[in-house]
């Protein structure tokens, strides 16, 4: 079993859906990350989280300690948003080593 | 531009060569790690470094080598490329805490045949 499950793999949405990518880690963490990988191209950092809740425009991303469990919502969507999005966790510990979930695969369609 | 410049972004390689992939960082961080990312897998840790002079494996560290003699540079050394090391690489950096932001290179789509 994978230390960040991811759900779900593949997500097809109509702009304008709101939408819910779900994080669920089972290790330790100092911090969280939701990242965001167009087809072909780099990485990018959407949020970092320890704590609650962030909010950068049309996205949101929510954080249970307790839980360990993470959401990323996305309000109004738009194809443009048709990415990879990728859970990484900061796993506890002497260095902050990255351990990474498998990706959701996001496709907005007009 | 503050950020990670990892070069190359294409290299095709035949079984065999070896190759080094650049990597450098202009923020100051003390955390860098190289990992690999595969159709169906989260990225992998390769290597990584928490300071210059000090690197560490990390989960798939076989057939490639790191050095960090600076803060602003790890370089990624295939040693005798392999079919296996076809992948996508990134290079990326952070604070040592890990609790501020993640940046990353663009990435180098490595091919071996």
């Known amino acids: 079993k994978n230390e960040v499950e991811q759900s779900p793999q593949n997500l097809t949405a109509q702009e304008g859906e709101f939408i819910t990518i779900n994080c669920s880690y089972s290790?330790?963490?100092?911090?969280l990350h939701w990242l965001q990988q167009h087809p072909g191209g780099g990485i990018v950092s959407l949020f970092m989280?320890?704590?609650g809740k962030k909010k950068h425009g049309r996205l949101i991303a929510t954080i249970n300690i307790q839980e360990k469990h993470s959401s990323l919502h996305i309000t109004a969507s738009h194809p443009r948003d048709s990415a990879v999005y990728i859970c990484?966790?900061?796993?506890?510990?002497?260095?902050?080593?990255?351990?990474f979930g498998t990706g959701t695969l996001l496709a907005v369609q007009p | 531009n503050a950020g990670v410049t990892q070069t190359p972004k294409f290299q095709v390689l035949k079984t065999g060569q070896s190759m080094t992939l650049q990597c450098a960082q202009d923020?100051?961080?003390?955390?860098m790690s190289w990992y690999r990312q595969d159709p169906g897998m989260g990225l992998r840790l390769i290597h990584y470094s928490v300071g210059a002079g000090i690197t560490d494996q990390g989960e798939v560290p076989n057939g490639y080598n790191v050095s960090r003699s600076t803060t602003e540079d790890f370089p990624l050394r295939l040693l005798s490329a392999a079919p296996s090391q076809t992948s996508v690489y990134f290079c990326?950096?952070?604070?040592?805490?890990?609790?501020?932001?993640?940046?990353f290179g663009q990435g180098t789509r490595l091919t071996v045949v």
């Open positions: 990484a966790v900061v796993a506890g510990g002497a260095t902050n080593k990255l351990i």
């Open positions: 990326a950096s952070s604070s040592l805490s890990g609790r501020t932001e993640a940046f």
């Open positions: 290790v330790g963490i100092s911090a």
């Open positions: 989280l320890s704590s």
């Open positions: 923020m100051n961080h003390e955390y």
